[in-house]
Structures are given as C-alpha cells and as structure tokens.
C-alpha cells in the first residue's frame, strides 16, 4: 500500500489542533496527545505503552541534534496517527509521513514551529531511523526560519498573507555538513533519505502492525496542505536568536560554495 516514503512538512488542517486552545507549544510535551482520552480509545494500552516507552529516543535524538547543531530544538511532540499524504493522482499511491514542521499562527506570540512525529515512526523506526528523521526535521526548521527572517520575503510580501505550501524537499536544505559537526550524524542522514525518508523495513512494520491493525489514519487531500500565515505574525515572532546568527553564517558558506560551482 505504501510505496513512497515522503517527508512532510506544512500547516492549517486538521492536525494543527495544538495551535487552537491555549496550550503553550513552547512548553510542549511530546507525550501530549498519547494521554488524550481518543488515543487511548483508539489505540491497544500495549501500543500507547510501547510508544511512550520508544519516546526515549526520540529525546536522544533531540538531545544529539542539539549537540551536533548546537542550537535548541523546537518544541515537538508525537501524533497517534499515521499521517498519509494521497498524491491525488493515483488513488493507490500514498505516502506514510512520518513527520513535519509544522507552522502554528499563535495569535499572542506570532508563529510557533512545532516537530509533530508519527506515531508509527516512534513505535517501529530504528533508533538510527528516528534521529535521521530527527536531524532532517530540524533542517527543514531551519530553512522555514530563514525563509520567516529573510527581509526580501517580508518586504514583497509585507501587507500580506505568506503561502507556506506542500512537499518540503521540493525546497532547499543546507547541506547537513554544514549544521551539524557530528559526522555520524551526517552519515546517517545521507544514507536514510534520499528524496524523502528510504525504510522499507519501517514501511513494512507500519502496513503490517498499524494499517492492518486498523490503528487511526489519516489521508491529507493534496489541496489540505497550504497553510495561511499573515506576515504580522513573523514580525510579532521572536525566533531564536542565536538561529538568527547561524542563519548568516550558513548563507556565507552556502554562497561561497555556490561561487565554487
Ligand atoms: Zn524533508
């Protein structure tokens, strides 16, 4: 059923629910929705156990992103969902999320980034699997601040609204060489992802042991994948400064390696 392993990153569907009550994000706890009274209706207690007891590495991973950047890590939190993308083409053809960025419209505080993890992916992926997938959300979180910072973006668009929009690695990432010092790091997000996460072995555990177990899915529409951010909001937002500062010594090397080329 699964024969596309796609990153995912967006906003604005039903998944966003984190951004409608007034939970602080920045204070997010990954186990958040494992305790909510739907999860533990639609889910086995031996699965939400195995998943809260897997958040473990999902912490490590956190924590050697962290290390390897040596940035923090934005609040992220595990979904008790498979998230699959329907391509809109074929009907048969979907692709498992395992995770995304997603941008939330927070009406005080301007815009929060938030990591939400697939269940499946806590419960079945390999520890090396979860921090690959760890370390590439935070690429992806990085180019979103750069592209909410970027002066250019606000100023073409500076009486509107910003268009954050579908496949995320349709866009550009730095180069995990140059974030991360951590060469195993590196290495194994070069060899987990190709253009998007490559797991069969996970593929297969997440149709075999949730699909097929009728654990909760769902299909996000193609066209449900726009989120809508008013740029009064990024300018109300304080992203993290010292990503500020990283952020333009990346767009340094990432020039001078363009001026190579
Ligand atoms: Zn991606």
Redesign the pocket.
Known sequence: MIDQL????DGGNSFTEVSTDSRDVGALNPHIKLDDPETTAALPKSMVKKIKSRVKYVKEGVSRVEEASGLTYPPYYVEPTLLVATSGVEVEQVGALYA?VIPVVEPAAGVQIVVQLSAPLVAFGLKGTIEAVLA??F??YVELVRKFTSFDLLSDEAAGTLHESL???YER?YNPKWLYSDKGLVKLIEKK?GD??VDDKLNQSTVKKWIEKGYPVFKIPPDANVVRIPVASILRTNFDPLLKGRLKELEKISSASANVK
Request: with cysteine.
């Open positions: 796609t990153c995912w990153r995304r590439h959300e690429m992806h496949y995320a690695d990432l992802f998007g996460l």
